[in-house]
């Protein structure tokens, strides 16, 4: 594949997590960094969507929403907008045990024609774990402008690849959503 951009979605203020959600804290470093490690073998064209100074620390370009609240196809939206590659990596900020190796397997098994690829498993779908081609942007325009964010109903309606990764593969691909699902994923890595 040419070259790809990385743009990770800092979402806004979590109400679960009562904080920004890419900056909490797991194994004493912010999600955001677990991310940005996994990704750095694969790339250095990382950039984020948000529009906090809370991420002023690290060294990549912020992008803000370019239609502020409509989610995370919100963001993607503004990903596309600004990037310069045809395809690109779409990443949430709350998947901190995301892996180098699982990143490059959804990279080399993506196929060109498809617009979109996401990861899946038997019990869902990963749509912010995905490539997402610049073509695409006419179609989330309208889908925002008709105030239809549901990511599915993006997916299901473009050509897509879905990669199926086995179930214990998901503990990779967990988005951590509250402090009681923190908490869990601390337990369970002791």
């Known amino acids: 594949m040419e070259t790809l951009t990385v743009f990770i979605l800092c979402g806004g203020k979590s109400s679960r997590m009562q904080s920004e959600k890419g900056l909490v804290l797991f194994q004493e470093k912010p999600f955001i960094e677990h991310i940005i490690q996994a990704i750095l073998p694969i790339t250095d ?7 906090t100074k809370e991420y002023d620390y690290l060294p990549y370009q912020k992008i803000p929403d370019s239609i ?8 993607i939206y503004t990903a596309l907008l600004h990037s310069e590659t045809d395809f ?3 990443l949430s900020c709350d998947i901190p045990l995301i892996s180098t190796e699982l990143l490059a397997e959804l990279i080399s098994k993506h196929n060109e024609e498809a617009l979109i690829t996401v ?11 995905g490539i997402y081609s610049k073509k695409i942007l006419p179609v989330i325009k309208s889908a925002i402008d008709k105030d239809d964010l549901k990511m599915m109903n993006l997916i299901a309606n473009m050509p897509h690849q879905i990669i199926n990764i086995d179930e214990s593969e998901n503990f990779h691909l967990t988005n951590i959503n509250s402090a009681d699902e923190l908490n869990d994923l601390n337990i369970n890595l002791s």
Do not use: C, M, V, Y
């Open 68 to 75: 502020a609240d409509k989610g995370p196809l919100g963001g």
């Open 119 to 129: 990861f899946a498993s038997e019990s869902r779908l990963h749509p912010l774990i």
């Open 45 to 51: 064209q990382i950039k984020l969507i948000t529009a």
């Open 88 to 90: 690109n990596l779409i």
